[in-house]
């Protein structure tokens, strides 16, 4: 079992120094490019200021902490059993009506369900 865990952790760090040698790469040409180009979409002037840079930045992490709590905290929770509403994901909304309809016709309550759950 640990010698399949090295050979994932290997994998995986060979996949990630891969993805930094093509970003890298494809900065390079993307700075090459824009700067041969007689009307670039960026002037690499503006892209060796460090004013630049800090905006672009700010915003790229603001958005990637929000894209991670919108999608993978948010729901995590509340699908979760102890500390969220204890919901399946694949659960429906309609679940409560079908249970107070078939309440309705053994002669229960049929609003009994949602005063307990209060």
Known sequence: MRAVMCT???????????????SAAAFYLFWRTEKR???????????RQRSTWAPLLTT???????FAV?????PAYVQAADPGFGRHPAASRHDGARR?????????????DRRRER
Not at 8 to 22: G, M, Q
Not at 37 to 47: D, F, G
Not at 60 to 66: D, E, H, R, S
Not at 102 to 110: A, I, N
Request: proline share 4%.
């Open 60 to 66: 790229t992490l603001t958005m990637t902490g929000i």
């Open 100 to 112: 107070r309809r078939e309440r309705h016709l053994h002669g229960l309550d049929p609003d009994d």
């Open 70 to 74: 919108i999608n993978g905290i948010v």
């Open 37 to 47: 180009a007689s009307q670039p979409m960026v002037e690499t002037v503006h892209l």
């Open 8 to 22: 994932v952790l290997r994998a995986a760090a060979l996949i990630s120094l891969a993805l930094v040698l093509v």
